[in-house]
């Protein structure tokens, strides 16, 4: 699907990049660094690149359990749909990843 609309390439970038800041916090809270002096330090664009990693989750959670994809698998669909849940900011956009997950699961 992403590839169709050109978007597999950007969207691999912007996951790349996010997994990269994330694991950067991760390596600063563990060198004693507290949380908000970690928040603090981003910039904004990193910001909206981790709200936009939850959007990415939920469409890869939709791609995972199209019957005509490649790669169909309904457990990582159930996997990244709850990591979206978990990442995303907003709460309509968690609780429509909710409604998409509950639709798979019933």
Do not use: P, W
């Not at 970038?13 to 800041?21: D, F, L, P, T, W």
């Not at 908000?36 to 990415?56: F, H, M, N, Q, T």
């Not at 990582?76 to 909710?98: C, M």
């Amino acid at each position: 699907m992403l590839e169709e609309q050109n978007l597999l390439a950007e969207a691999v970038r912007v996951y790349e990049q996010v997994s990269g800041g994330i694991k950067s916090e991760v390596e600063r809270l563990c060198n004693g660094f507290t949380t908000d002096e970690v928040v603090d330090e981003d910039s904004s664009e990193v910001i909206d690149l981790k709200r936009a990693r939850g959007l990415i989750l939920s469409k890869l959670g939709k791609i995972y359990q199209m019957d005509n994809f490649a790669g169909y698998d309904i457990e990582q669909s159930i996997t990244t749909y709850k990591t979206a849940i978990r990442v995303v900011h907003g709460v309509n956009l968690k609780q429509n990843i909710a409604l998409m997950l509950q639709s798979l699961l019933t």
